[in-house]
């Protein structure tokens, strides 16, 4: 099956898209069980598309359809404790993403000076950090709330693992 044609616009190479429906790392781990009619492609971000270790960005993007017809973009950062570097980092991701994205179709809003995440053909944006220690969470709602405003994306933290049977399951 080939790739979203967006992806390969946006400059993902082809190497750091799979078909893979989960990440983990250091005892973290997001899954989605797939069900029928459902497509996951991951591209790894961190070390594959941005190999730059001086870029914040989260550690995977995911695109996923399910046989109900939503279609979401999620961005998934796999984090130890610190909650607030996880926010900056989903707000460099989401700004890179904008900014790459102009015209490319998979969100509509005003993208310059703050761009929207607005439903566009059933699709969205949604993200994800899974902590190993959930500590700073209740001190960065102001910085989640701000991102919900700006970009129209939730941030939904999870503590060890986020598993899900099916597409239409996520939170």
Not at 92 to 113: E, F, N, W
Request: aromatic share 6%; glycine share 8%; hydrophobic share 35%.
């Amino acid at each position: 099956m080939t790739p979203p044609s967006w992806l390969l616009k946006l400059g993902v190479p082809a190497d750091c898209i799979s078909q893979s429906s989960s990440a983990s790392e250091n005892q973290r781990s997001f899954s989605i069980r797939p069900e029928s009619g459902d497509v996951i492609w991951r591209v790894k971000t961190d070390g594959c598309w941005f190999s730059s270790s001086n870029l914040k960005k989260v550690d995977y993007l995911f695109w996923v359809s399910s046989s109900s017809g939503s279609r979401l973009v999620l961005l998934v950062e796999l984090k130890g404790k610190d909650f607030g570097t996880a926010l900056q980092q989903i707000e460099a991701s989401l700004h890179r993403l904008c900014k790459l994205a102009d015209g490319q179709g998979i969100h509509t809003g005003d993208h310059r000076p703050s761009p929207g995440h607005d439903r566009h053909d059933q699709a969205g944006v949604r993200a994800y950090v899974i902590l190993s220690k959930g500590k700073g969470v209740p001190q960065r709602q102001i910085e989640r709330a701000r991102l919900s405003k700006r970009y129209g994306v939730i941030v939904h933290p999870q503590s060890q693992r986020l598993e899900v049977k099916g597409v239409d399951a996520l939170p």
